[in-house]
């Protein structure tokens, strides 16, 4: 019998007490160290056929790290896969091996040629079909592209750009893609955040597409910190907590607190800012005057001092778009900005960081962090004049500062002197956003501010980005395509649409289900009307 969620979760019943017959994959015995710390104690997951089993756990628990086992780009140092009834030895396990034993990976980043159409995405993967004549047979290719894309309702024909498609439509052509050649069936693929950077309409178009290929038979293990989405559309759950399974939920429908209990060990409320008192000033600091650039054809945005402000809108609607012209790294193509009353054209990252403007890009990891250095020295970055003395770096005061960011933050590494690629995904974040803060700068620039962040931790930033608009008066402009957090973050939250500003609202005047609406409504493209018609009564 398949273990009770109850059961399972007090950990009552091993995990290898499902029946063969129902086990899509079943892990035993994982364990994982690197140099002298263990990050995986004796894992293991069951996942059954033709479900949706999600992989929970906070930030820096180990879920990566099991991924990363089964594609083979880490070796265990013990543990056993059972899959397609086949016994493999994870100690000795290879990508070759993973791809052979039937499971396919959609990482977040999706590997996709965005110039390239569809049908030559899918036959990079796959080879090209031939001729007799040795030509690409590229009839072959594209009716059977075409049947997929059907199966798949991937929006679009053979022929599009991948960069044309909507964002969830890509990560699908990423799915078909990866299970192009799995006639039987009987792959078991692994979703990692795939999400992360999808609004909610769109996340919900590719849960849904997700969910039906699951009541088709195909079975999901899905990786994700977006736990209200997780719960809508997953049977099964393993639970992770410093490499221990601590929670296995069979065929539950499992509550976020009940969840976030399990993750944490403990029972934790309060993980989004409630009833908080705005410091906002009129006191403008940071003024876009008709904006264009990009996706964004004329923006007006006046920031004030110990404001905080979310910038919502569909994918491509132009959020991060605006978030650079305001950090320099892009110039925009007309259209004006003042700081602090004066015009404010930086042409660099440097002369916007120098006007005391600070940038938290959403692709942290590539562009805002130095892998192969330390934590301390990634935290240090931002602050180097401060700690420069007479030519020689202050390192015991370096260090000093770096514990303090670290225990601030919550960020769970080893210590200042551990790499920085050897953090985790979401710990990794933490860092970025405590380098930048701690510049005290006058103009925050947040993008996705918690994507890939725990539960757990998102109060704590909450907390930080709170406390910077309250003591240092710092304005603070957040793009998020969470529109929970932007609700329960923001004093005002505009919604971009069509290139230009479509909606301004005080959070405190709507609920989260007014605003989805709003972002859900607004045109999509310049000059489009959009999906409803909207008044400035709409959220009554
Ligand atoms: N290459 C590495 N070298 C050293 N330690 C590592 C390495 N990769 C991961 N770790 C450590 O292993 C632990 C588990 O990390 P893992 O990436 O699996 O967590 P995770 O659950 O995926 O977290 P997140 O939600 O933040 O992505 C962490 O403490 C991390 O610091």
Redesign the pocket.
Known sequence: MVPTSQQAAAGEQPSAAAPATDVALRVTGLDKS??A?Q?LRNASLVVRHGTIHALL??????????IKILAGVYQADAGRLEIRGQGYDLAGYTPATAERSGLRFVHQDLGLFDDLSVEENFAFDAGFPRTSGGRIDWKTLRARVAELMRAYGIHGTPRTPVNRLRPADRTLVAIARALQDDAAGDCVVVLDEPTASLGKKESEELLGHVRRRADLGQTFVVVS?RMQEVLSVAQDFTV?RD?AVVGELVDAQPTEDEIVAIMAGRSVTALRPTGSISHATNDTVLEFRQIAAGPLTGVDLAVHRGEIVGIAGLAGSGRSTLLSVAFGDRAPDSGQMLLDGRPYAPRSIGAAMAAGVALVPEDRAHEAAFADLTTDENLSMSVLGRLWHGGLLRKRESRANARALIEKFGV??AGPDALF???????QQKVVLARWLQRDPQVILLDEPTQ?V?VMSRADIYAVIRDAAATIGACVLIASSDIGELHALCDRVVVLGGGRIVHEVAARDVDVDDLTALVLKAPSAPGDVGAGTITEGALS
Do not use: A, I, L, Y
Not at 57 to 66: A, D, L, P, V
Not at 421 to 427: I, K, L, P, Q, V
């Open positions: 690197f140099g710390v990050v756990g906070g930030n820096g628990s180990g879920k990566s790290t099991t910190h992770f490499g769970h590494v690629s050897s953090m985790s995904g979401g710990n890939g725990d």
